[in-house]
């Protein structure tokens, strides 16, 4: 399952837009738990906000990013995995 959406931040919240509505990345996570092998989230992260899975794993990056950075891997990508929490 992949997330190519705008991310923001406002507080502890990390969200993304689809066009409409601004909807919640945890919220998102929660949906599609378990549906697949692992969530990848192309959501910009500006405060390096933390996620949970129960069953699937999410990658996702720490920062604001590009396609460039992406490329350079300098992305920032971090990965949690369920039962075991984030590595490196």
Excluded: T
């Excluded at 692992?38 to 500006?46: D, E, F, H, Q």
Aim: proline residues 1%; glycine residues 6%; aromatic residues 12%.
């Amino acid at each position: 399952m992949i997330l190519n959406a705008h991310g923001n931040q406002r507080k502890d919240d990390w969200f993304f837009e689809d066009g409409r509505r601004i909807l919640s990345v945890q919220n998102f996570i929660n949906r599609y738990d378990g549906a697949c092998l692992a969530i990848l989230l192309y959501v910009c992260n500006c405060r390096n906000a933390e996620i949970y899975s129960r069953e699937s794993a999410v990658i996702h990056s720490s920062r604001n990013f590009s396609e460039l950075d992406l490329i350079r891997r300098r992305a920032g990508l971090r990965i949690y995995v369920p039962g075991r929490g984030y590595r490196r």
